[in-house]
């Protein structure tokens, strides 16, 4: 499984998440249509961050893609790293040789904030086995506003088409005048207040 | 017919109902005077002042946005920090000491243009104060059964008295030498975006104040800032509904959000 050399790389990263299984979505990102759709985009790689949990379906789906064909997508995958993601996402955005890749993550705001400030286009999908599922509303509101593209499970071939309009777009985060004043709004300064720290 | 010994007196009902009513009375006079509305504006305070900032994190995704909402902290004004993390949660350890470790960057790097720029007047080194990370244990585990969960609630419960009276003196670390444990008790602020070891963390703050505990209530202590997470869009999560009406300031990133619960405040996203 050797990359041409003189290809360049481009990654598509799946994370589901430190907390929950989010075993559909690894599935969905190992579907036949969905490698193919990416191979047709021109990525080279696919990197999954399958969970605690989601080590044997990995496993499993991946050796039955691999005796059935021959892929031209690397595909690789680890559990969860305790020290962050920076290395990944930074890897789905490119280095300066590399072309711009694409996040696919459950919605857990802590990558789609991720995303939004390195500006690599990300595609949420919420996990819809989850109790109280604001994730959904986070991924609505988020994509009316035109900062994500809001994937589902059984479509993720056509979140990657969309994925492409985000990168065109790319919206600066965060909103720049979204604080009190027009100005970003600012924590330091409530805290501020509440301490009686008046200049 | 009922006997009118003294015994009896007091032992019958109406005399219970009567205590009891005096009593929840009591009890509901005393919370409403440490609810936010009744409590006094902050005295002015100066920078350099010793000022204990607690700051409570949760797992992976609240940990990030509350560190993230934080880059503006300036540690010359909360000269000690102390993060709040429940046991075995990694990340979030690993997340505060590396917040601490940009801290100390930018003050450093703040102190050597001052130095370049020699015709600015050098500040007074006030460094980075100190901090520490405290570790309570989960109120309940994942799977954990039933019956057992009042017991490690309460043993959560105690951890949070034990944090909130002060700074541990053995994991604190000092960043600019000037640590004296005796500058510090009662955190002065208490900022968090709502995991649930917030709740038992300000509830315990409430119990403490409640009692006025060392004048936790009297000289003011433990003003609360709660920062509802950046992924509640249109509903408070279930912290944010406990203490929406508890804390001083409840801040909400969503315009739809402004007014929740006769409190929200909208200033704008605050996750970065």
Known sequence: MSV???????????????????NSLISACLEPRFLESLSGAGYTNLLIQYGKEGKAIFDKITSEIKTTKKMELVITGFDFNHSGLDKEMGAAKGGPNDLQGVVISHAGSGSILHALRISVPIIVVPNPDLLDNHQVELAEELESQGYVVHGKLNNLPA???????LRKRSLGWPPVNSGRHGRAA?????????MGFLD | MTPHTPLALITSYSFVLAVALVGILAITLRLLALFPSRRLPPPKRRIGTPTRLLIVLGSGGHTAEMLGALHGLDPRKYTHRTYVISSGDVFSTEKAAEFERSLELKDATKRLDQLIDMNEQMQERTGTGSYDIAIVPRARRIHQSLLSTPLSALRCLWACFNILMAPSNTTTVSLAGRWRAELYDYPDLIVTNGPATAVIVILASLILRFFDIKGANSRGKMRTIYVESWARVKRLSLSGRLLVRIVDR????????????ERGEYLGVFAR
Do not use: P, Y
């Open chain 1, 159 to 165: 979140a990657i088409l969309e994925s492409e309009e």
């Open chain 2, 250 to 261: 409840f801040l909400v990133q969503w315009e739809r959000l402004q007014g929740v619960g």
């Open chain 1, 4 to 22: 041409d050399e003189k290809k360049q790389l481009r990654l598509c990263f799946v994370t589901i998440g430190a907390t929950a299984a989010f």
């Open chain 1, 186 to 194: 600012d924590l330091a300064g409530v805290m501020d207040e509440e």
